[in-house]
């Protein structure tokens, strides 16, 4: 880890190609500070997630960025949609929303690791668990409202990232002829794919544990439907690698788990230091912002193994310095969102630890 440790600060001292990578990250920047002023206007509950839904659509290639911004949009109206349904009319218990949560886990995942539209099973996957997971320590009632303003939300930011899309592509990378390539295309793949159902199979068993964790003796009280809702997050993106590329490298998961640990403690981290220095200051945390989105997509940009990383430091810090009320900010959201992250990491592991175990699958696997 410290060897990579040197390489992320090699990045920021001899860094490749950086008149591209710059112009992505301002790109970044404008998409996240744009999503965090929609958000505001829409008057969402939840301003964070449209900053990270400006952050993870836009990318250099504008045709990237629109397949991106609508999968993540329909995937989320589908699978909260859904997950609100289920609430609304069957109104079910811990081990009822456990079934439930492994049904979807185990469909979605199945279809976000074999269809080409990756990126909006994967975000059914993630509204249905979030909103489903909402319930526990929340009125019913409201469920309609969090769904509501969740989809909102997704739609504010991944709309910032289209209009600042659309005017760089037609003004700065004009000029600059910087025609980036785009990314190839995932195909469908035919027929069942063993390694595709094992990881569905991980998914869903992980999160179909959560509804039942606040039912735990001491532990169980601290557990809020946020961080529940981060630790379903963190259980499905951490599985969704193209198994062209698990085929190649059986550790890559697990280097995932590690990097994403990495990342969100890093983001803390900064998110303190911010927090501590600013003093609420609204100017100040807004220079937060940019410079952890600069931070994280600049890693990001390396296209080197822990690139990661950089994703997971900009959402953190996002966390952080995006409250949805500048007079409450505190470093607990942020803090929140690593405890959740943690909660999936070891729920994930465990289940793929003991079906290694159960199956006999290679070591390296896990």
Same mark, same amino acid.
């Given at each position: 880890m410290f060897?990579?440790?040197?390489?992320?600060?090699?990045?920021?001292?001899?860094?490749?190609?950086?008149?591209?990578?710059? $112009?992505?990250?301002?790109?970044?920047?404008?998409?996240?500070?744009?999503?965090?002023?929609f958000a505001h206007l829409l008057k969402v509950d939840h301003v964070s997630w449209a900053a990270f839904s400006g952050y993870m659509v836009i990318r250099s290639q504008l045709s990237t960025s629109f397949t991106r911004g609508t999968l993540r949009v329909l995937g989320?109206?589908?699978?909260?949609?859904?997950?609100?349904?289920?609430?609304?009319?069957?109104?079910?218990?811990?081990?009822?929303?456990?079934?439930?949560?492994?049904?979807?886990?185990?469909?979605?995942?199945?279809q976000a690791l074999t269809r080409w539209c990756s990126y909006g099973w994967l975000f059914c996957g993630v509204g249905f668990s979030?909103?489903? $997971?909402?319930?526990?320590?929340?009125?019913?009632?409201?469920?309609?409202?969090?769904?509501?303003?969740?989809?909102?939300?997704?739609?504010?930011?991944?709309?910032?990232?289209?209009?600042?899309?659309?005017?760089?592509?037609?003004?700065?990378?004009?000029m600059l002829k910087d025609n980036a390539k785009p990314v190839g295309r995932l195909m469908n793949l035919a027929g069942w794919q063993p390694a595709a159902g094992r990881g569905a199979l991980h998914a869903g068993l992980s999160l179909a544990l959560l509804p039942l964790l606040p039912?735990?003796?001491?532990?169980?009280?601290?557990?809020?439907?946020?961080?529940?809702?981060?630790?379903?997050?963190?259980?499905?993106?951490?599985?969704?690698?193209?198994?062209?590329?698990?085929?190649?490298?059986?550790?890559?998961?697990?280097?995932?788990? $590690?990097h994403r640990f990495a990342g969100c403690c890093s983001g803390a981290l900064l998110g303190v230091v911010g927090v501590i220095l600013s003093h609420g200051n609204v100017t100040a945390v807004m220079l937060c912002?940019?410079?952890?989105?600069?931070?994280?997509?600049?890693?990001?940009?390396?296209?080197?193994?822990f690139s990661y990383i950089g994703m997971q430091f900009t959402l953190v810090s996002l966390f952080i310095f995006v409250p949805d009320n500048?007079?409450?900010?505190?470093?607990?959201?942020?803090?929140?969102?690593?405890?959740?992250?943690?909660?999936?990491?070891?729920?994930?592991?465990?289940?793929?630890?003991?079906?290694?175990l159960a199956w006999k699958t290679p070591a390296d696997e896990c």
């Open positions: 060897a990579q440790f040197k390489q992320i600060l090699s990045e920021f001292t001899k860094p490749e190609r950086p008149g591209p990578r710059l $112009l992505d990250e301002i790109e970044a920047v404008c998409s996240v500070l744009l999503g965090i002023a989320t109206i589908f699978g909260a949609s859904a997950a609100w349904a289920v609430v609304t009319w069957l109104t079910p218990g811990p081990l009822a929303m456990s079934a439930c949560l492994a049904v979807a886990g185990i469909f979605t995942m199945y979030m909103v489903l $997971l909402d319930v526990i320590g929340h009125p019913v009632a409201n469920i309609t409202h969090f769904t509501a303003s969740r989809i909102t939300e997704v739609a504010a930011g991944t709309l910032a990232s289209f209009v600042v899309g659309v005017l760089s592509h037609f003004t700065l990378r004009q039912w735990l003796p001491q532990l169980g009280h601290y557990l809020t439907s946020d961080i529940l809702g981060q630790a379903a997050t963190t259980i499905l993106v951490i599985m969704v690698v193209p198994l062209s590329t698990q085929a190649k490298d059986r550790d890559i998961v697990s280097r995932r788990v $590690l912002v940019c410079l952890g989105v600069l931070i994280g997509r600049h890693i990001e940009n390396s296209g080197k193994p500048y007079q409450e900010m505190t470093a607990q959201a942020g803090f929140g969102r690593l405890a959740g992250v943690i909660v999936g990491i070891i729920i994930l592991q465990a289940f793929r630890l003991a079906t290694k």
